[in-house]
């Protein structure tokens, strides 16, 4: 089974309607992040949290919200979806004692705004 | 963070060695390269990482210029399953306790292994 595991893999939707993507990690890392994928670009970073406590804005958080409900699970969160949110979102994690400060990714979660 | 430039995209053939190069003038003394690839739409998978000395591990080398304004990453036997977006990065790393510093993924250079 994967480390990071979002859900759902793919998704297809309506302008307008509220989406919600989840992300649940193994590893037991306290950090945890939220990135966007757009095609033929690097990834931009939407929340991230250091903990159950601490969320904080990325580069590009408006129109989105998240929640971190336990250590283990981080869910974003497009209240009334637009068009140009479709995009490739990816979960990632991180260990605050790992100076390196590696990320670890999950599969991907697709989101399609008609 | 300090900005990188990577060149679009590059080819190899299979069993050569793929060397990527990433331009990184602005690195200032406290800051790591880092490379991570991303294979077709996947989640990206961490490579490397280096602040002045060549590295080794059993993924690739990391090759930094004595001024540390560039470096190249070194697959020594590039093989078809190394098809892939190369990203490098440089990031000051975090301290334990400190606030975030995010690494920053920029456009990368697609790797295309030939067979």
């Known amino acids: 089974d994967a480390d990071v595991t979002q859900t759902p893999r793919n998704r297809i939707t309506k302008t307008g309607k509220r989406i919600m993507l989840e992300c649940s990690q193994t590893k037991g890392h306290d950090r945890m992040y939220w990135y966007r994928q757009d095609p033929g670009l690097g990834l931009r970073l939407i929340y991230y949290s250091f903990d159950v406590k601490d969320i904080n804005k990325g580069e590009i958080s408006d129109g989105y919200s998240v929640s971190r409900q336990a250590q283990a699970k981080f869910s974003l969160s497009l209240e009334s979806a637009i068009p140009n949110q479709t995009a490739l979102y990816f979960c990632?994690?991180?260990?605050?004692?790992?100076?390196?400060?590696?990320?670890?990714f999950g599969e991907g979660s697709r989101l399609t705004v008609l | 963070d300090a900005k990188t430039t990577q060149p679009p995209s590059m080819d190899c053939a299979e069993g050569r060695a793929a060397n990527l190069p990433c331009n990184h003038s602005?690195?200032?003394?406290?800051?790591?390269v880092y490379w991570y690839r991303q294979i077709h739409s996947q989640g990206p998978q961490y490579i490397i990482h280096g602040l002045k000395n060549n590295e080794t591990n059993e993924m690739a080398s990391l090759i930094i210029t004595e001024d540390r304004k560039s470096s190249t990453l070194i697959l020594p036997h590039a093989t078809l399953r190394d098809t892939a977006v190369y990203y490098c990065i440089v990031r000051a790393n975090l301290p334990i306790s400190g606030s975030a510093r995010q690494l920053t993924f920029g456009s990368g250079t697609q790797l295309t292994v030939l067979p």
């Open positions: 990632a994690t991180s260990d605050p004692w790992d100076r390196a400060g590696e990320l670890f």
């Open positions: 602005t690195i200032s003394g406290n800051e790591y």
